[in-house]
């Protein structure tokens, strides 16, 4: 690669071309998802919607088509809060290799009661961190023919005032759902950086990173209907909140990033500049909670025996 295209700043707005590429974007219909789609698909990348409800992917590739012309777009049928049917998911990929996979699908529950997924695990937990530690192992042997592949795990603002329960991963004594949620969210973190170390110790090519939207609102997110609408009146509502937080758009900023920038390297975390709330993606120093390889192993082991996984996750 010559000096000048490393010198370069990254421009959010003028993204290198990843022709030839393929990404999946779990829960790539809606939210930062949707965004990060409609964004790596301006690259020329083929990418990859993976969602349960076909009507919301095929919604979210319309909304795609109109603003990236000529757009290589697919779906992937995809529940993530259903175990059993993830190999399944995968091996209709239908691919010889994928240069990435982007963590972003979640579920966040407002109230109570405590709910479970198919294979009685509480749902955030099982979706946002238990689905993808699964999926991972299924996705691997395409991740590593790819020849730099990447897994991008979307963490969270909220999960760094949170700590792991390591004796109640699944909120089963004290469901409290935002707390839960923040928990799932740095169980997600933690992984993401755990199985950085553990490729490198395999002498894997594949990298794991991290990245976070900051503070991402939906009433200042672009409209993109029938995906989301915003009115002007909740825009306007919203304006002061805008010194602090950001639209759903840019929040997908640091996660694309984390995707594309040849200078991202495995084991790093990427969010927004500002106070990590808004602004334009920059690295930032992991905090040390979500870095700790003991809560690490032992989530790892947990993990690995509550969906059933290959210690190793398919990389050796």
Known sequence: MSSVSQSRPWDVHRLPSAEGRSFLVTGGNAGIGYFAAEQLAATGAVVILGSRDRA????????????????HLRHLRLDLADLSSLKTAVDTLDLDQLD?????????????????TEDGHELMFGTNHLGHFALTQWLAPLLSAAPAGRIVTVGSFAARSER??????????????????GRSKLAQMCFGFELDR??????????????????????LTPSRPPVGVTTPGERLRALPAALMVQGKDAGAWPIVRAVLDSEVQGGQLWGPRI??????????????????PAVAAHLWAASGELVGADPHLGFR
């Open 56 to 71: 919301k992917a095929d919604a979210a590739m319309s909304s795609i088509r109109a603003r990236v012309p000529g757009a």
């Open 198 to 219: 553990r490729l490198r110790a395999v002498g894997s090519t594949v990298l794991s990173v991290v990245a976070h939207p900051g503070g991402a609102l939906d009433s």
């Open 275 to 292: 106070f990590g709330l808004r602004g334009k993606p920059r690295r930032e120093p992991v905090p040390a909670h979500m870095a700790d």
């Open 100 to 116: 990435a996979v982007v963590h972003n699908a979640g579920v966040a529950l407002d109230d109570p009661p405590r709910r479970e």
């Open 164 to 181: 792991l329960d390591l004796g109640d991963l699944q909120s089963t004594q004290d469901y409290r759902p935002k707390r839960t949620y």
